[in-house]
């Protein structure tokens, strides 16, 4: 019988998915439940006024301990993470932080034998050589990042700490994920929020990728959505643990621009592609997630206009006050 989750701790909780996941939970469980964490020790007033907050190094066993133990943590999210593009920068960072920090989250799962463990995979996983439209739930596996090598292995170690040690670990392959509450940190799919805030600030954008470039992408509420609904799936119906496919909509850098255009007709963008250009080429344009919407239910909400119209609605509102970037 699987124990429900009481105590949730969130690494990287001041990043882009953790700081508007970490409010969600706390909707759901109860504030003092979801303890946030992040290696950096500046919570926005929001983060630390709604709940616990604590400095966590996922590298150290010892913080990790101190704070697992000090809150009775019984479920993890871990959204620490180095991204695609920061990652092609320093790789030797992205494996000790990706690789090290996910295995010390799991062996902390084992030694204090928590319900559940959630650690994000990313569509960083394909390289060249996959089928581009649709890409199937199984098939090859041939990162260009090291981002993705790191996601890969993560995957293959959360299959495995289920198979071996029976914990209960799962995770879906994000697509390129966009939000206005907290900016996206250094991966290839960030031009797809930049571009938005541009065009509230300078009414422009200059893009690091081409018109034709298209990747899988997901509104922020979806992203949560689906987080939490598999974190809360009846286990025997999955088929799968670490490495769901997950997909929303999927476009290109000129059909994002058209959407925004819609409501800024004198939009302008202009294009300057540099490394990243390599890194999008190597990803897929479009994802098969029936297994998720089979075995868990998932089910996307927002398509890229309902998007676009609420991304300015809300960016707008902080432009006027001043705040556009906090
Ligand atoms: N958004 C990530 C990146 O661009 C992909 O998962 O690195």
Redesign the pocket.
């Known amino acids: 019988m699987l124990r429900e989750t009481k105590r949730i701790l969130v690494t990287g909780a001041l990043g882009q998915i953790g700081s508007e996941l970490t409010l969600e939970l706390r909707k759901i469980y109860g504030a003092e439940n979801v303890i946030a964490t992040d290696i950096v020790n500046k919570p926005t007033v929001e983060m630390s006024d709604s709940g616990p907050f604590a400095v966590m190094d996922v590298l150290s066993t010892t913080s990790i301990d101190n704070i697992v133990s000090k809150y009775k943590i019984d479920t993890i999210y871990h959204m620490a993470v180095i991204?695609?593009?920061i990652?092609e920068k320093n790789p030797q960072m992205a494996w000790n932080v990706n690789m090290n920090g996910s295995i010390n989250i799991l062996e902390a799962g084992i030694k204090y034998e928590m319900c559940r463990i959630i650690i994000p995979s990313?569509?960083?996983v394909w390289g060249n050589g996959v089928p581009l439209e649709n890409t199937p739930q199984a098939c090859c596996l041939k990162p260009t990042t090291m981002?993705g090598v790191t996601k890969v292995c993560g995957e293959l170690l959360a299959d495995y700490y289920v198979q071996r040690f029976g914990l209960d670990v799962r995770g879906l392959r994000?697509?390129?994920?966009i939000s206005h509450a907290t900016l996206?940190g250094?991966?290839?799919?960030?031009y797809a929020v930049a571009i938005y805030y541009e065009a509230i600030d300078k009414g422009k954008y200059t893009c690091f990728v081409n018109a034709e470039t298209r990747l899988p992408m997901m509104y922020m509420p979806d992203a949560i959505n689906s987080t939490i609904q598999l974190a809360n799936a009846d286990f025997s119906n999955l088929k799968h643990h670490g490495d769901y496919n997950l997909s929303a909509m999927s476009f290109s850098v000129a059909e994002l621009a058209e959407s925004i255009k819609k409501y800024i007709p004198n939009f302008e963008i202009t294009y300057e592609p540099d490394y990243r250009q390599a890194?999008a080429d190597s990803w897929p344009n479009s994802i098969d997630d029936s297994s998720a919407r089979k075995e868990w239910g998932w089910k996307h909400s927002w398509d890229l206009d309902a998007m676009t119209k609420d991304m300015l609605k809300n960016l707008r509102t902080r432009h006027e006050l001043g705040k556009l970037y906090k």
Do not use: V
């Open positions: 991204l695609s593009a990652g990313s569509i960083a981002y994000y697509p390129g994920i996206p250094g991966g290839t799919t960030d890194i």
